[in-house]
């Protein structure tokens, strides 16, 4: 089993910029696949960006390319998300989540493991 814990969500104003981190503790022996997913009301939990456990294999969805960078440290287990330039329809609940055989994939029913999520709330 993992565990992850989200954090570094919160209110901020169109332009501005967020952190996100996801902790995993537990069986964090393998070598996994990181993902981060978010969902806004009333929507379907879409893909984010995703990272090999190098750190080398990186892929984001097109809405987020430039904006949004993730990367890890896997001293710490920690997965981050930087997101600048943040819209108000980037407002959703943002997941990290785990796969554990460390494939790079897009595809929500393919992650093993999954935080709670982080509210992130954008102002215009």
């Known amino acids: 089993q993992v565990q992850l814990v989200e954090s570094g969500g919160g209110l901020v104003q169109a332009g501005g910029s967020l952190r996100l981190s996801c902790a995993a503790s537990?069986?964090?022996?393998?070598?996994?696949?990181v993902g981060w997913f978010r969902q806004a009301p009333g929507k379907e939990r879409e893909f984010v960006a995703a990272?090999?456990?190098?750190?080398?294999?990186?892929t984001y969805a097109d809405s987020m390319k430039g904006r949004f960078t993730i990367s890890r440290d896997n001293s710490k287990n920690i997965v981050y998300l930087q997101m600048i330039t943040l819209r108000p329809e980037d407002t959703a609940v943002y997941y990290c989540?785990?796969?554990?055989?460390?494939?790079?994939?897009?595809?929500?029913?393919?992650?093993?493991?999954w935080g709670q999520g982080t509210q992130v709330t954008v102002s215009s």
């Open positions: 989540a785990v796969e554990r055989s460390g494939i790079l994939t897009t595809t929500v029913n393919e992650y093993d493991y």
């Open positions: 990272i090999s456990w190098s750190g080398a294999l990186k």
């Open positions: 537990g069986r964090t022996s393998s070598r996994y696949a």
